[in-house]
């Protein structure tokens, strides 16, 4: 298994009072809430945390892009990814993701993605997401043509990165007269592709086919859920498409926190991680799910599953339904490897730092996990999975 540090750089000094007074902390949350100074003081020691995990051991370190909110001060991981480039010498780095559909030039991104493979040498991920519903407020976008718009970015994309140029590009929503890419990315035929998604059936059966078979993340669900979804993956290769998925397709991300007991780990984290799902994630769903951004099936089936993460959470109920994985040593660990043996995932990325967790705090669950976690989980491989039970996969 791999084992990847995903940061979301939250404002974690964001005054709870003044979020209190509005909707939620996406969008229109006033931008005179955020200090500048205080700004510098995070993003440095947000970096400081992926470089440590590099140190640790942890395969790989992950970022990604949200607009306009406290929950994640991220809206180009480009930036951080440059970041880390040179400050980091094993690790993958995994951009999960960039919204390359919400842009009118997608090929500025896959610019930036190959220079960063080239100065990495080839640790680069790529991550293609829609961006979550609250994007395309503020980005003045189109839900409604934001699956297309993905799918027709992702093809200019890979024939930019695959394909000799000069080239002319004419779809439905971008239009080239020239596509040469200069640099080429490092690795052969281009960095893999991930899809972290809230669920929706077309993104399944998009990153199911099998010209892409791209590795599928869920996060932020009960892990009931986590195995309709990934199941519903590997039922899909199956069913829809005649091959049996890998495990290499299938990922899991949780927010985790250990600490020396099962006790003090959760005294120690419940104010933070109560404060990501109430205060920093919280989304009216008219905001998460605008008109739209699903059809009519996958706002259904994604809307029942996510409604159990909105609002009033606390600790325990998120740590009794696999939302979170928070304990000692002994607790993370076990609880890992038995979700892997129902799942199968090659690839698990631990959200290490949520809400306001402070700096000490976050170092030294890292330290433990790092120490007494991964190297526990990183041998995990197919042998411990129990195989995949198509009677499980979601089919509401």
């Not at 899991?252 to 099962?262: E, F, I």
Request: contains cysteine; aromatic residues 12%.
């Amino acid at each position: 298994m791999n084992v990847f540090m995903f940061h979301l750089m939250p404002y974690a000094a964001l005054d709870m009072k003044e979020r209190d007074k509005h909707p939620s902390a996406w969008v229109t949350l006033p931008n005179k809430l955020f200090d500048p100074k205080i700004g510098h003081e995070l993003y440095n020691r947000y970096l400081d945390e992926l470089e440590l995990a590099d140190e640790l051991g942890f395969d790989g370190v992950s970022v990604n892009e949200h607009h306009q909110n406290a929950y994640g001060l991220m809206p180009s991981p480009v930036v951080m990814a440059a970041s880390l480039a040179r400050r980091t010498s094993n690790c993958k780095i995994a951009i999960l993701g960039n919204a390359f559909a919400l842009r009118e030039h997608p090929l500025t991104l896959a610019e930036e993605h190959a220079m960063i493979d080239c100065i990495t040498g080839g640790r680069l991920i790529t991550g293609f997401v829609r961006g979550i519903g609250a994007e395309f407020y503020s980005m003045a976008a189109n839900p409604t043509l934001s699956h297309e718009r993905h799918m027709e970015a992702h093809d200019l994309i890979i024939r930019a990165w695959t394909e000799e140029g000069p080239f002319a590009f004419e779809g439905k929503h971008y239009h080239f007269e020239y596509v040469n890419m200069w640099p080429r990315p490092y690795q052969d035929p281009h960095p893999p592709i991930w899809c972290p998604s809230l669920g929706s059936t077309e993104t399944i059966e998009w990153a199911a086919h099998p010209d892409r078979k791209y590795v599928y993340a869920q996060n932020y669900s009960p892990f009931t859920n986590v195995c309709k979804f990934l199941d519903q993956y590997r039922s899909t290769a199956q069913d829809m498409y005649g091959y049996e998925a890998s495990s290499s397709q299938i990922g899991w991300t949780a927010p985790v926190y250990v600490a020396d007991t099962d006790e003090q780990a959760v005294a120690e984290a419940t104010e933070h991680m109560e404060a990501l799902f109430n205060k920093f994630l919280y989304l009216p769903f008219e905001t998460l799910f605008p008109p739209g951004y699903l059809t009519a099936q996958s706002y259904k089936r994604v809307a029942s599953h996510k409604r159990g993460i909105m609002g009033s959470q606390t600790m325990e109920a998120l740590i009794e339904n696999g939302v979170v994985i928070v304990g000692s040593p002994d607790t993370v660990r076990k609880k890992l490897i038995e979700c892997h043996e129902v799942l199968g995932f090659s690839t698990f990325v631990a959200l290490m730092h949520f809400g306001t967790l402070p700096a000490d705090k976050t170092e030294r669950s890292m330290r433990l996990f790092a120490e007494e976690v991964l190297p526990a989980i990183q041998p995990l491989s197919d042998r411990e999975y129990r195989g995949f039970e198509p009677a499980s996969a979601a089919a509401e």
